[in-house]
């Protein structure tokens, strides 16, 4: 459904114009390449199309597992055959092709492969924060929009500084250990999330984002370096895309199935609000979605006493969606030790 104050905070966008334009003088000003021979190339036409359609139906299929009305359930079953069999296919197409869209054989280096799955876990843990701490922050203690945006302040200004201190990090300890401490960081900043409750003071949420965007600012940056510097000049495009469209993938299917799961808990734990006082009986059955509790309309529509059971309920709920994100977190740190243990050196070399 739509996102209650979603009008009102289109405008807050705007704040990023300024912030772009800065940016690009800065590129422009300060990021010197020599010059590059261009050479003739292939586009790698059916790659691109059969990777396309089977994203778009494996994102599809999300929608659809995550109940969306209007789109009948049994679509799920072809949805996921279109998926696989245009995987297959591309797949296939890359391993003839005499340009490839993905390079394969990328996947045969340990460090390639590693880095993917880190992005990929990363962007279940990075997209279920930013999705599902607001709703703590709205639903669960009555916040509105301002303060759940203030919530996940921590987790920027942190990401910042840990990117910042990281590359002196790179330079002393190298590649592995920079990641495996953001990985610790973020592993850290999880279990604090697993225990978020109603009640619990406000320096628990800055503490716990804090730790978040600290980690996520070592890890991001040793991983993005890494891979940048193992391959030769001309793939640096293919594996920088490759490790942000795992990381895209794994939030948009991770955000998913963890909205699954939420939705499935919150079911259950109204029922047994519903039982336990039947006299909100009728109120809870018109309830849409957990995205009713973040409205504050609707929320000062009902009644105090059901308020605080819906609350409760949601909160009960999240701890499913927080333990998913711990659960992920730890299995990225476990991935980040199969990591190569190599040291910030050159490799590439310009054409």
Not at 211 to 217: H, K, N
Not at 219 to 247: H, K, M, N, P, W
Request: a positive charge; one cysteine or more.
């Amino acid at each position: 459904g739509r996102h209650p104050g979603a009008d009102q905070l289109a405008a807050v966008f705007y704040v990023n114009v300024p912030l772009l334009l800065l940016a690009a003088w800065l590129v422009w000003r300060g990021l010197h390449q020599p010059a590059i021979v261009r050479r003739e190339g292939q586009v790698d036409y059916p790659g691109a199309a059969t990777l396309t359609i089977a994203v778009s139906a494996l994102l599809l299929l999300t929608v659809i597992a995550g109940g969306a009305k209007g789109i009948p359930g049994w679509l799920a079953w072809p949805t996921a055959a279109v998926s696989l069999t245009f995987l297959a296919l591309f797949i296939i197409i890359e391993r003839r092709s005499d340009a490839p869209l993905l390079p394969l054989g990328l996947f045969r280096g340990r460090l390639i492969a590693v880095a993917a799955l880190l992005s990929f876990a990363f962007g279940i843990v990075l997209f279920a924060c930013d999705t599902y701490i607001p709703m703590y922050v709205q639903g669960v203690r009555g916040g509105d929009a301002l303060l759940a945006g203030l919530a996940l302040t921590p987790l920027s200004l942190g990401w910042l500084v840990g990117a910042t201190l990281s590359g002196g990090l790179l330079l002393r300890i190298g590649y592995r250990d920079t990641l495996l401490s953001g990985a610790g960081l973020i592993v850290i900043g999880a279990i604090l999330l697993a225990g978020l409750g109603p009640g619990l003071p406000w320096w628990y949420v800055v503490a716990l984002t804090l730790a978040l965007g600290l980690g996520m600012g070592f890890a991001t940056t040793a991983l993005l370096i890494a891979v940048q510097d193992s391959v030769e000049y001309e793939r640096r495009g293919v594996v920088t895309a490759l490790t942000q469209f795992a990381s895209n993938m794994g939030g948009a299917l991770g955000v998913a199935l963890l909205g699954v799961a939420l939705n499935a808990a919150l079911g259950q734990q109204t029922a047994r609000l519903a039982n336990a006082e039947t006299q909100y009986a009728r109120q809870i059955a018109s309830l849409g979605s957990a995205n009713d509790l973040l409205d504050p309309a609707r929320r000062v529509a009902l009644d105090p006493g059901l308020l605080s059971g819906l609350q409760g309920a949601l909160g009960a709920a999240l701890q499913i969606v927080y333990s998913g994100v711990l659960l992920v977190a730890a299995l990225y740190l476990l991935t980040a030790l199969f990591f190569p243990a190599i040291r910030l050196i050159a490799k590439s070399k310009l054409p």
